[in-house]
């Protein structure tokens, strides 16, 4: 069964880039058909979708992100991660990683707090 393992720091600074890693165990991220994705529950607020990196390298963005968000993968290390920039206050939240296939997995989540 696909496992997958947020990690990054906890605390970053308004306007600085936040910076997660997704680690897949028992999967590729280079397998046919699956899309491997980014979400976030700011507090009190529901899922919001960012974007995703699909088998084949291509990408896609929330239309509200795209402007700030990048997600690029290391197939060597079978990582996928999170590059948003500027960041306010607005972006803390619990960030998922997640696949889309046949049935869908997230991690755990991890907390992101922007504050100085």
């Known amino acids: 069964q696909v496992q997958l393992q947020e990690s990054g720091p906890g605390l970053v600074k308004p306007s600085q880039t936040l910076s997660l890693t997704c680690t897949v165990s028992?999967?590729?991220?280079?397998?046919?058909?699956?899309?491997w994705n980014w979400i976030r529950q700011p507090p009190g607020k529901g899922l919001e979708w960012i974007g995703y990196?699909?088998?084949?390298?291509?990408?896609s963005y929330s239309p509200s992100l795209k402007s700030r968000t990048s997600i690029s993968r290391d197939t060597s290390k079978n990582q996928f991660t999170l590059q948003l920039t500027s960041v306010t206050p607005a972006d803390t939240a619990v960030y998922f990683c997640?696949?889309?296939?046949?049935?869908?997995?997230w991690g755990q989540g991890t907390q992101v707090t922007v504050a100085s």
């Open positions: 997640g696949r889309w296939a046949d049935s869908i997995y």
């Open positions: 990196i699909a088998y084949s390298g291509a990408t």
């Open positions: 028992f999967g590729s991220i280079t397998t046919n058909n699956q899309y």
